[in-house]
């Protein structure tokens, strides 16, 4: 399943190289390669609040960005999600900070990520691990402005 996976990564990344800053993609990039996301972006407090509940399926390798107007202190929970998720907690410059695996459906419990973090990446639940998302790993997003370690006029080595 790991190899499939791999597979999958390589060859989204392949094909979206040149939509690396699109609004709707987000490029994750650490010591295992990187990996391309197709996202929905959640930036305004009604589509924070909706997120991904009520969604029975996610494709592979897609998302939910929620992206904060500052650095603040987070916690999400899972009322009325359907599906397990990691949740990648994200820092302004794009450093993955902290990383929930497998949040439980349903579940009501917070689920803290931490000071400082302005952008979560939402993804199916165990993919992260299974594709050696680490925290420490950057995120490339519009999102992240001037202050992105992995700047939007940076060209992917893909």
């Given at each position: 399943?790991?190899?499939?996976l791999l597979a999958i990564a390589i060859t989204?990344?392949?094909?979206?190289?040149?939509?690396?800053?699109?609004?709707?993609?987000?490029?994750?990039?650490?010591?295992?390669?990187?990996?391309?996301?197709?996202?929905?972006?959640?930036?305004?407090?009604?589509?924070?609040?909706?997120?991904?509940?009520?969604?029975?399926?996610?494709?592979?390798?897609?998302?939910?960005?929620?992206?904060?107007?500052?650095?603040?202190?987070?916690?999400?929970?899972?009322?009325?999600?359907?599906?397990?998720?990691?949740?990648?907690?994200?820092?302004?410059?794009?450093?993955?900070?902290?990383?929930?695996?497998?949040?439980?459906?349903?579940?009501?419990?917070?689920?803290?990520?931490?000071?400082?973090?302005?952008?979560?990446?939402?993804?199916?639940?165990?993919?992260?691990?299974?594709?050696?998302?680490?925290?420490?790993?950057?995120?490339?997003?519009?999102?992240?402005?001037?202050?992105?370690?992995?700047?939007?006029?940076?060209?992917?080595?893909?």
């Amino acid at each position: 399943m790991r190899t499939t996976l791999l597979a999958i990564a390589i060859t989204t990344c392949a094909h979206a190289a040149t939509a690396a800053c699109a609004p709707d993609m987000v490029t994750v990039r650490g010591d295992f390669g990187q990996a391309h996301f197709h996202v929905s972006v959640a930036d305004d407090n009604a589509e924070r609040a909706q997120g991904l509940m009520f969604v029975e399926q996610m494709p592979l390798m897609s998302g939910m960005l929620f992206v904060y107007d500052h650095p603040q202190a987070v916690s999400f929970w899972m009322r009325n999600t359907l599906i397990p998720l990691d949740m990648l907690f994200v820092a302004p410059d794009g450093e993955i900070r902290a990383i929930h695996e497998n949040a439980i459906p349903l579940d009501t419990t917070p689920i803290p990520g931490g000071d400082g973090i302005q952008v979560v990446l939402e993804i199916n639940g165990g993919l992260s691990a299974r594709l050696g998302i680490a925290a420490g790993d950057v995120l490339q997003h519009p999102a992240f402005g001037t202050q992105a370690i992995l700047p939007c006029d940076e060209k992917s080595d893909d």
